[in-house]
Structure formats: structure tokens, C-alpha cells
């Protein structure tokens, strides 16, 4: 059970005082909630970190107050001086003043009666804000504070400042943070105190009140020790988490899957090209894994259109040679279409039989896939996360395939695993983006991989270019010539930090503008917004030629496959990181023809971006892409939230990322070592932390126990 103290953590925030709907609709898109959670926590509060701070610590006389910044200083109320009846532009004049000198407060469109109360003549107060000097005269507009000298304590002096969102003041999300501090309730200390010692890290709850109310202005900095400390709780957690769901793996065990060779080689038969040597070793690696007596779980690696589908193909066919079942998630439903329809296309020759199951299979279709499925009719399953429905039977399932592209996380993969017999299934997990070593760990653990490297035969190198977004004219005129000779355009809009809602409206407005170019009937729209048909819809009329440009959101970034699309546009190309960009341009470069990638930029671009960009142009080895965009980035955020759609971490994106993940890996390995069951005062205490950090498979395994 999650311990007593942690409850009040989990809670709404609807139980701290002057929350209401409204506000919680601002919070629900403020902050950074995991996967499922629909309503804002407690929790999730603590974890909005502050991104700066405004330090009101300077209390100068007002004749020392420096101009151009935030001083507190404490005056005396003179006189009030409101602006001339009709003239509402003329601000509203408070003068005050202190031994030194004098101090003029402005307020435009302000509410008379509020000064008149907040500023009483002759009476003293404290006022906080910018301070500037306009001809003569010293004055603050508008200040952040005005109290009076009896709550001076009450004055914010380090001001955390948060990442917010429209509607929403940094003055009530601190209020709210304020009291979710007060619901942190004592708890023992799960890291090891000569550690913390010698890193002089303090402990959890003092590090949490030490980002949200900083006693040193650099206190907010991800390099601060209250961050790191935090940082390396949420890398400890992670490594724990993935420690103990692969000994519970191993634990179990497997089955022995073999087949005797008969489909795979009407498959090969069937097949327009024959398997790289990549592709050959891959299977024959799947292969022994469902051979051998232990539980599978390998993931395959391989750029974009480097043949993965193949191979998974192939590796079903084992588990059907055996007489078992097998199942293939993909991350979207327009992709879980796709693979079936590709996947028909070999397998039917091969005699397998199929079934599509997503969600919009419903009532009497659905329920004749499932019967079918429990009498083991089926023998190879397509789907989305439809398959984890709890209703989803199998006659018996050995082997599922799990078209990754990092949309699902741990979670799922176990209980897909878990709906085979006995809960054995083998796990292949397939990723089309490179994925660095160190970030493989920190997300799998140390699984088994196989790696496609060689490309299929006869690929035509993709030429990358990059212009300013000024000169967009230009690029649309070279559109225009290449639409002439048949080609298809990709156009993918902006992402914009964690607002899919700007992302749509930049993606329409661009529809809207190329549309009055090359004509209504040439131009689709993709984005996520979308119903299912209608996203089917769009990329049926694409895919058939009879859309020539289709503009998109991010969406399109999941595996679709149009041979005819020689053209990927990126606008706003500085804006998406590496691999992301590498992921976008294979979906170009399928065909015979040659491909062209545009990258669109918004100058001026930093260091960074230009380096990115050219990167781009340099080279089209995943690989190589992923190992620089770790360079460029740093560690979490490659795998971050935004662009992958799995939980990112919360505090975990830290400049020295690397080095405290290999010491949580070292560390975790120890732990585990010595008290698997986390059942030491120490492990006791883990506990907690992988409750805080909502590890949940790992919480479930010994919730189990
Ligand atoms: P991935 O999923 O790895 O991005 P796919 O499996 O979709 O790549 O394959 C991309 C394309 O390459 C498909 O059209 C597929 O039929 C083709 N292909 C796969 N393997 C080979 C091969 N060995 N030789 C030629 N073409 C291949
Ligand atoms: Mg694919």
C-alpha cells in the first residue's frame, strides 16, 4: 500500500484552498501531467519547477534605488493624484517618499477605489517592483507588492518565477504551490546519507521548499543542489523501477517457441526483394530468443525505412509455425491500418489470417474478431491500444510485436505481456529512432537489441537543404516546379513548446495560405485534432495522389508510407530536435525518385540550432544523429515528453544528466542486489520514492510480492 504520508501528495489539487474549476482548467494546461491523469494533483504542483527568480532583496533608500531594477523599498504616503475626469490614458499618481528622497507610484487604468485602500495618505508601505527614472522623477509602476510594515514578512524577497500559461498569474499558481509545500509530510530518507553528505545535498521535502521559496537566488538552477538531489531521486526511482520489472521477467519463465521454417519461406517467396543481411541476422536473433526457455524481451533498432516491418513479419510467422498466436501494436491507428494493409499483402499469399482491431472496430465486428480470436482463428493481430482492453482473449498468444516509436511506455508492455499463457509471451519492441546507449538504459534497462544497419538496396540519398523563412516565396516557386513533374509535398508546421492548440493554428493558417496558391483541391490538412476518418480520410486522398501537398502537425512523424512523397517541408526547423527532424525526413526518400528535405528556419538561429541544421545536412546515419543530438541537447531531452509522448522526466533534465544516471544505475544495481524485495529500512523507504514518482509497474511487482 502507498504509505499514509504520501496520500495528501495524490489528492486533487481541489483540496487546497481557492481552487475552483476555472482555475484547475488553467492548471490542467499549465502543468506537466503524466499520461492518464486527467485532474491535477498536489503532486503535480510541486513538480512545475520555477524556470527564474526575480530577487527582492535589494532594500535601498529611494535616492539609492538603481533604475532599471526591482528594489523594495519602504515610504510614506503623501498625496494621490488622479488623472483628469475624461482623460483615461493619463495614469493615476501615488507620491510618496523616505528620508532620501521621493518616489512616484503609477498606475494606468487603475481602480481608484483599490489604490485609495491600498495606499492610505500618511501611512507607511512597503512597495516592490522595477524602479525607474522618467525625467527627474523615481517611479515604479505598477508593483508587484504593496503591503503594509506588519507584513513585510509576507514579501516574496526571492520571487520564484514559473512557466505559465495564459490566464494564469504567477501570484495564484505560487499560492497554490505554497500550500501544496505544506502537505509534504515527513518522510525517511531514502538515499544514502554519506552521499547526500558529501554532495551536500539536502533532503527531499527541504529540496522541494528550497526550489518553490529559494533562500539563494541560485537555488533555482537545475545545477543547484536542491535540483540535483531532485534530479537524481527521479533517476534512482527510474532505475529501480526498470531493475525490478526485468527480474520479475526473468523470474518467470518462458516458453520454448520454434517453428518449423514452412510460412517463413512462403513469406520469402512472396516477398518483391530479398531480406538485407541486417534483416537476416535480426530474425535469426528474434528467433533463438523464442527458441530458448526464457522469457524474450528484445527490442529492434532501426532507422527509418530500414526494413523493421519484415522482420517482425517473419518473427510472427515463427510463433504461428509453433500453432500460437501472435499480436502487432502499432502507436496510431492511421499506422496500425497501414501495417495491416502492408502486412496483408505478404501474409495472405502465405496463408496466415489476419485481424485489424483499433478503436473504432466496435459492436458486432468487434465481437466477431474477439470470438475469433479465443477460438484461435486469428492467427496474427494488428491493432492499437485496443489490444490491451481487458476484454481481448487469445486462444493462445506467444509473441507480440510492439511497433514502439516511443509511445508506449513499460506500463503497456507488460500487460500485453501478461495476456498470454501463463505470462509468457516474448516481447520484440521495435523504435525507429536510434537511441543512444545511455538512454537506452535509462528507458529499457539493459535489454537485448538488435540493430538494422544496412539500408534496403537501390535508396537514393536525400538532398537536405535549408532556407530562411524569408524567403519562403522562393521555396513555394520551386514547389510549384517540382508539382509540375508529379511530385508530393509533405508540410509540417511548427511544434510549439507543449501547445498542440498553437501547433494546429500554425498548421491551418498555413493550409489556408497554400491552398490560394495550388487550389483547394490539391492541398489536405493532418493534425491530431482530427477524428480517425477523417485523418484516414486525408491520407487515403494523399496516399492515391489525388492530394498533392498535405500539411501536418507532427502526426505524419509515426511511420506513414507514400513512396510517391519526394518533398518534406519543416517550418520552423529550428524549433524540432534532431532526431525528430531525421524521423520527419524519412518519410520522404521511399520511392524511385529523387527526395528533397526543406528545412525552414526563423533567423536568427543560435549556435545550436545552426549546428543542428547542418548536422541535418550532413548526414542521414541515424545513428551518428542520435549520438550528436545527445551532444547538442543533453541527456533527458531527447527522449522528452514533448516530442515522444511517454512520461518525460519531471526533474530529471539536468546539464549532468549522464554522470548522475551511471551512479543511479550503479546504485540501483546495488540496491537490488542486497534487498530485492525492497523490504530492508532502506528499501522501505525506496518504496516511497517509486511511489512519488509514480513508477507504477515497479509498485505493482512488489505490491504483489
Ligand atoms: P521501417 O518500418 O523500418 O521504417 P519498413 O519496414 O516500413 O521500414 O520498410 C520500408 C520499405 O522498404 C517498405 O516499402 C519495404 O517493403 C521495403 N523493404 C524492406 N526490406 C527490404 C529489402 N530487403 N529490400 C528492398 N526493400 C525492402
Ligand atoms: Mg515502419
Request: hydrophobic share 45%; net charge neutral; aromatic share 6%.
Amino acid at each position: 500500500m502507498r504509505p499514509n504520508e504520501l496520500t495528501p501528495l495524490f489528492a486533487s489539487v481541489q483540496a487546497l484552498t481557492g481552487i475552483g474549476p476555472r482555475l484547475i482548467v488553467l492548471l490542467k494546461k499549465c502543468l506537466d501531467l503524466p499520461q492518464g491523469v486527467t485532474e491535477p494533483r498536489v503532486l503535480d504542483l510541486l513538480w512545475h519547477l520555477p524556470n527564474g527568480v526575480i530577487d527582492r532583496r535589494a532594500e535601498p533608500m529611494v535616492a539609492g534605488a538603481v533604475p532599471g531594477s526591482i528594489a523594495t523599498l519602504k515610504v510614506r504616503v503623501l498625496k494621490h493624484k488622479a488623472p483628469p475626469r475624461g482623460n483615461r490614458r493619463a495614469p493615476y499618481k501615488v507620491y510618496t517618499e523616505d528620508e532620501s528622497g521621493r518616489l512616484e507610484l503609477v498606475f494606468f487604468r487603475a481602480e481608484h477605489k483599490f489604490i485609495e485602500r491600498q495606499l492610505p495618505i500618511g501611512e507607511e508601505r512597503y512597495v516592490s517592483g522595477r524602479v525607474e527614472r522618467y525625467a527627474d522623477t523615481l517611479q515604479m509602476s505598477h508593483p508587484d507588492y504593496i503591503v503594509p510594515p506588519e507584513a513585510r514578512d509576507d514579501l516574496p524577497l526571492l520571487e520564484p518565477v514559473y512557466p505559465l500559461t495564459a490566464g494564469l498569474s504567477g501570484k495564484v499558481l505560487q499560492k497554490a504551490t505554497l500550500q501544496a509545500l505544506d502537505q509534504i509530510h515527513p518522510l525517511t530518507e531514502w538515499q544514502d546519507e554519506t552521499w547526500l553528505k558529501a554532495r551536500e545535498w539536502p533532503g527531499f521535502a527541504e529540496a522541494l521548499h528550497r526550489l518553490h521559496r529559494p533562500v539563494e537566488a541560485s537555488d533555482v538552477s537545475p545545477g543547484s543542489a536542491p535540483w540535483q538531489r531532485l534530479a537524481y531521486d527521479e533517476l534512482l526511482a527510474g532505475q529501480l523501477a526498470l531493475g525490478l520489472v526485468r527480474q520479475s521477467i526473468k523470474a518467470q519463465s518462458g516458453r520454448i517457441v520454434k517453428g518449423a521454417g514452412h510460412i517463413r519461406a512462403r513469406i520469402a517467396d512472396a516477398l518483391p526483394f530479398s531480406l538485407t543481411n541486417s534483416q537476416r541476422e535480426a530474425v535469426r536473433e528474434i528467433e533463438a530468443d523464442m527458441a530458448a526457455p526464457q522469457r524474450m524481451l528484445r527490442l529492434l533498432q532501426g532507422d527509418v525505412g530500414s526494413g523493421k516491418t519484415v522482420v517482425a513479419l517473419m518473427a510472427m510467422a515463427v510463433a504461428v509455425e509453433a500453432g500460437t498466436q501472435a499480436a502487432f501494436m502499432a502507436p496510431t491507428e492511421v499506422l496500425a491500418r497501414q501495417h495491416m494493409e502492408t502486412i496483408t499483402l505478404l501474409a495472405e499469399k502465405a496463408g496466415l489470417r489476419l485481424a485489424l482491431l483499433t478503436g473504432r472496430e466496435k459492436g458486432r465486428p468487434r465481437k466477431d474478431i474477439l470470438d475469433r480470436l479465443a477460438a484461435g482463428e486469428i492467427d496474427i493481430l494488428i491493432g492499437t491500444h485496443a489490444l490491451f482492453q481487458a476484454d481481448v482473449v487469445f486462444h493462445d498468444l506467444a509473441f507480440a510485436v510492439i511497433d514502439e516509436q516511443h509511445r508506449f511506455g513499460v506500463h503497456q508492455r507488460l500487460s500485453l505481456q501478461s495476456k498470454g499463457k501463463g505470462a509468457a509471451t516474448d516481447v520484440l519492441v521495435m523504435t525507429a529512432t536510434p537511441i543512444p546507449r545511455t538512454l537506452l538504459m535509462t528507458h529499457y534497462g539493459d535489454l537485448d537489441v538488435s540493430k538494422l544497419t544496412e539500408k534496403p538496396p537501390g535508396r537514393k540519398s536525400i538532398i537536405t537543404t535549408k532556407s530562411s523563412l524569408d524567403r519562403i516565396e522562393g521555396v513555394i516557386d520551386g514547389i510549384r516546379r517540382m508539382l509540375q513533374k508529379g511530385a508530393q509535398v509533405y508540410w509540417v508546421c511548427p511544434l510549439i513548446e507543449s501547445s498542440e492548440l498553437t501547433q494546429l493554428a500554425a498548421a491551418e493558417e498555413r493550409h489556408a495560405h497554400l491552398y490560394q496558391i495550388f487550389g483547394k483541391e490539391a492541398v489536405g490538412l493532418l493534425h491530431g485534432g482530427m477524428s480517425a476518418q477523417t485523418k484516414d480520410a486525408a491520407m487515403d486522398a494523399f496516399a492515391e495522389g489525388r492530394l498533392k501537398i498535405l500539411v501536418a502537425t507532427t502526426v505524419i512523424e509515426v511511420g506513414v508510407d507514400v513512396p510517391n512523397a519526394t518533398i518534406m517541408v519543416i517550418e520552423h526547423a529550428e524549433r524540432f530536435g534532431l532526431a525528430q527532424l531525421h524521423q520527419l525526413r524519412g518519410r520522404v526518400g521511399r520511392g524511385e525518385r529523387q527526395s528533397y528535405c526543406m528545412l525552414l528556419y526563423k533567423p536568427p538561429l543560435g549556435e545550436t540550432a545552426q549546428a543542428r541544421l547542418d548536422m541535418m545536412r550532413e548526414t542521414e546515419d541515424g545513428f551518428l544523429i542520435a549520438e550528436k543530438d545527445l551532444d547538442l541537447r543533453g541527456g533527458g531531452e531527447v527522449l522528452g515528453a514533448r516530442q515522444s509522448g511517454t512520461p518525460g522526466f519531471r526533474v530529471a533534465e539536468v546539464p549532468n544528466f549522464e554522470a548522475l544516471l551511471s551512479a543511479a544505475r550503479d546504485d540501483a544495481k546495488l540496491i537490488l542486489a542486497n534487498d530485492l524485495q525492497l523490504a530492508t529500512p532502506r528499501g522501505e523507504a525506496l518504496r516511497a520514492l517509486l511511489y512519488i514518482f509514480e513508477c507504477d509497474e515497479a509498485v505493482r511487482l512488489f505490491r504483489a510480492a
